[in-house]
């Protein structure tokens, strides 16, 4: 559910596109040939944050309602 909300990190970065070629230069050079853009992502993972607050907001109200219901308030 967060991720309808929140971006997850491999969506805030822009992805970079790898071709055999690039491997096979990678492995003869022993060095890798691309370099990275610089990226900002948000810190921590908002996405997980809201699915444990759901997921424990829901088990809060379920059981409040079970117990009202079990005990008669």
């Known amino acids: 559910m967060g991720a309808l909300f929140f971006k997850p990190p491999y969506e805030q ?15 003869q050079t022993k060095m890798w040939p691309i370099s990275y853009p610089s990226h900002p992502l948000k810190a921590g993972r908002p996405d997980i944050t809201f699915n444990i607050f ?3 907001s829901i088990f809060v109200v ?12």
């Open 13 to 27: 970065v822009e992805t970079i596109g790898i071709c055999p070629q690039t491997l096979l230069k990678a492995a």
């Open 54 to 56: 759901l997921f424990i």
């Open 62 to 73: 379920g059981g409040l309602t079970w117990f009202l219901f079990k005990h008669g308030a």
